[in-house]
């Protein structure tokens, strides 16, 4: 059985956004192509002169759009996406004269914006998301790697298969066998999520904990901000931002199911917008979805007085859900469309909100299964390449969707339900292979077509 080995924490990271396929993961790339030539002899890496990036597929034809130069530069200058300080990245990239340092050992290349090519030449590529890295000494080439964003942060290199991790000692590769696993154990689904953790992360429970609750505090500090922060957003839609407004007419009505709607939308709003700045939010389980679980988590906590460590269970639940259809299927928009990012995420919310709402496990995977079948089918066609529209406002829908999937599978008998989610993440992958590849982050079909003629 080829089984799941995904931590919660690779589910769910910190760092800037919009994009973690055309942000985080290009950052990374770049930092570890930094360490790789780091490792280089020193008597070759006298002979370097310059540092070169090339940008292919999707990254070529939406990264100006997602700041895809920026997150390289940053990379490339060895900065972390953890704590990435959002004043420092920001200009990275806008002036065409600026110098960067790239440090490679000891030895210093200096490299501009303009060493990053967006080549948009069609062609046959390994992966949507491909780049590559080349450390020259004049014409000749001293080291060049390839590397592939394959969605929600994750990188791979050409040749590289994923980081092997320890075997989870209750392994399970789909619901299904997840579920399974549960029967023949008799335990529950945190307890099975949080015995396996301990062995993928090699963390003990407290440091587990710890990082939960670093995730979810990073959440939180987005929904926040986002909540305080009146501004239009960066780039030329000139887009304004509306969590503040909602945020402020909430506040005028009293409690009720439209305020309740109000809330659920205004937060999800924030962290999106939060996004869309380009500053500091959680993968959850992509940058561009990133405002659904942490909307969903403020409102849990902030209305419904749901516990720190039911949460913490949550964001268990929802990272196991993520990390099966990651397994079997993706979560990248430019693999198969929005259904990957806005549809997943909304369905790892919906398990969620069901666990933390009390409902056993076929409650919950049924919640899971609805949230993502009413996704199928969802391109991604962002206006200008920017993470801004139809990006943030189906965040807002994602998170309202997610609950309603909760309600709708906690109403009926979970044994009468027709479909189950290893059926529906099925569908998934096969819709997203049978989409035409221009409603895949590519912003060459749909409303990022259809605007520009209205
Ligand atoms: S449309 Fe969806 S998949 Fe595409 S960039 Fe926006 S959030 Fe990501």
């Given at each position: ?31 570890r ?15 370097a ?38 004043d ?11 110098v ?97 953790e ?16 670093a ?5 939180v ?28 007419r909430?506040?005028t ?36 979805s ?5 909307g ?16 913490r ?5 929802a990272?196991?859900v993520?990390?099966i ?38 409650v ?19 206006i200008?390449g ?6 943030i ?24 339900q027709?479909?189950d ?25 749909g ?8």
């Amino acid at each position: 059985m080829n089984v799941i080995a995904t931590s919660v924490f690779d589910i769910f990271k910190i760092g800037p956004g919009p994009s973690s396929s055309h942000t985080l993961g290009p950052m990374k790339a770049a930092g570890r192509f930094r360490q790789a030539c780091a490792g280089l002899k020193k008597a070759a890496l006298e002979k370097a002169t310059a540092v070169e990036v090339s940008l292919y597929g999707s990254l070529a034809t939406t990264g100006k759009g997602h700041g895809t130069d920026r997150s390289v530069i940053a990379g490339l200058l060895g900065w972390d996406p953890e704590t990435v300080d959002p004043d420092a990245f920001d200009p990275l990239g806008t002036d065409p004269k600026a110098v960067y340092t790239f440090c490679a050992g000891k030895k210093e290349i200096p490299f501009r914006a303009g060493d990053i090519h967006f080549d948009t030449t069609p062609g046959n590529l390994p992966h949507p998301n491909t780049m590559v890295f080349r450390l020259k000494a004049g014409e000749g080439i001293l080291l060049e790697q390839e590397y592939y964003s394959v969605g929600g942060g994750f990188i791979l290199c050409r040749g590289e298969a994923e980081h092997p991790r320890p075997i989870p000692p209750i392994p399970y590769a789909s619901m299904h066998q997840l579920r399974a696993q549960m029967d023949r154990l008799n335990i529950g689904l945190v307890e099975l999520l949080r015995r396996n953790e301990a062995v993928v992360s090699g963390l003990d429970a407290e440091r587990t904990d710890k990082g939960l609750d670093a995730i979810i505090d990073a959440m939180v500090s987005a929904v926040e901000r986002g909540l305080a922060t009146d501004a239009i957003l960066p780039g030329p839609i000139g887009l304004a931002r509306k969590a503040p407004v909602l945020l402020r007419r909430a506040q005028t009505i009293p409690d009720s199911p439209e305020r309740f709607v109000i809330l659920l939308n205004t937060y999800a709003l924030a962290a999106s917008e939060e996004n869309a700045a380009g500053h500091r939010v959680v993968t959850a389980p992509t940058s561009g979805s990133s405002g659904i679980i942490p909307g969903i988590i403020y409102f849990a906590a902030k209305h419904l007085g749901i516990s720190r460590e039911l949460i913490r269970e949550g964001l268990l639940v929802a990272g196991a859900v993520g990390g099966i259809t990651r397994h079997n299927a993706s979560i990248s928009g430019a693999e198969v469309g929005c259904q990957g990012e806005v549809g997943v995420a909304s369905a790892m919310a919906a398990a969620m909100i069901a666990h933390i709402r009390g409902c056993g496990m076929a409650v919950i995977e049924n919640a899971a299964e609805i949230a993502l079948e009413h996704h199928l089918g969802l391109t991604c066609d962002p206006i200008g390449g920017y993470v801004q529209i139809p990006c943030i406002e189906r965040n807002a829908v994602g998170a309202v969707h997610a609950y309603n999937a909760y309600l709708l599978a906690s109403a009926g008998d979970p044994a009468r339900q027709k479909i189950d989610f290893d059926a529906v993440v099925e569908a998934m992958l096969e819709t997203g292979r049978d989409m035409s590849e221009r409603y895949k982050e590519t912003a060459r079909a749909g409303l990022a077509v259809c605007s520009i003629r209205c």
